[in-house]
């Protein structure tokens, strides 16, 4: 088998480049985004709230990018809030530009294996409420 028919993987490495943000000269690189990882974030992420800012919103705010880039604690205490919250936005905000381009990508995969197979739009959309053979009315 060739190799542009096999897909290879790494449990290691990610297909897309990590999101990274530094402080003070030191780069972090967020973690690669697996099932398990993207279940704690979102536990993590549904008791954050920046706009309340109680104690546990706050709390869950610092564990969730220690949890994301592996950064100690101790680095973060050094950082005032606003500036944990603005790498939080950072995450989100890449985190949406990477799922697009992954889903452009998907979208464009999906588009070339149609047009090799000889696949193509149809010329006239069926409507959804038509009445098919054997349809009880």
């Known amino acids: 088998m060739s190799d542009n028919k096999r897909l290879k993987l790494s449990t290691k490495e990610s297909l897309y480049d990590p999101i990274e943000i530094e402080v003070d000269e030191q780069l972090y690189r967020s973690r690669k985004l697996t099932h398990d990882i993207r279940k704690k974030i979102g536990e993590l992420n549904k008791k954050v709230s920046v706009v309340t800012g109680s104690e546990e919103s706050i709390e869950a705010l610092y564990r969730l990018v220690e949890f994301i ?3 100690k604690r101790e680095v973060l205490e050094k950082l005032e809030q606003s500036e944990v919250e603005e ?3 950072h ?3 890449r985190f949406v530009e ?14 070339k294996a149609a ?3 000889g696949g193509k739009e149809p010329k006239e959309k069926i409507p959804k409420n038509r009445k098919r053979p054997g349809d009880k009315a």
């Open 115 to 117: 047009q090799i197979k």
């Open 98 to 111: 990477v799922e697009k381009e992954r889903m452009e990508i998907i979208k464009k995969t999906f588009e």
């Open 91 to 93: 995450f989100n905000k």
């Open 87 to 89: 790498i939080y936005f």
């Open 69 to 71: 880039f592996k950064i």
